[in-house]
């Protein structure tokens, strides 16, 4: 099993910038995915961005130029670093850890975006 506990979210005005963290513990694997998520009332969980261990990123088209995932292998985080935000963006953020044989997933953290 692998715990993920996510932190960073709140609340900011339009414009502003969050930092969303996530710490992975338990039995890691050496082959895995970091992804952030995100889910919105009454829609879907959608894929914000994610990383495989080479640093090979992927993001929404919502977000690219504004969002960037990076992640620390030596330290078993993965971050989201949120800029320019919009009250669209407003969700609950999940991280996932994806390996060969399973997904694991955070709590979950609220991102509220509002003047």
């Known amino acids: 099993q692998v715990q993920l506990v996510e932190s960073g979210g709140g609340l900011v005005q339009p414009g502003g910038s969050l930092r969303l963290s996530c710490a992975a513990s338990?039995?890691?694997?050496?082959?895995?995915?970091w992804g952030w998520y995100r889910q919105a009332p009454g829609k879907q969980r959608d894929m914000v961005a994610t990383?495989?261990?080479?640093?090979?990123?992927n993001y929404a088209d919502a977000v690219k130029g504004r969002f960037a995932i990076s992640r620390d292998n030596a330290e078993n985080t993965v971050h989201l670093q949120m800029n320019s935000l919009k009250p669209e963006d407003t969700a609950i953020y999940y991280c996932?850890?994806?390996?060969?044989?399973?997904?694991?997933w955070g709590q979950g953290t609220q991102v509220t975006v509002s003047s």
């Open positions: 996932s850890y994806r390996t060969a044989d399973a997904e694991y």
């Open positions: 338990g039995r890691l694997s050496t082959f895995y995915v």
């Open positions: 990383t495989t261990r080479r640093s090979l990123t």
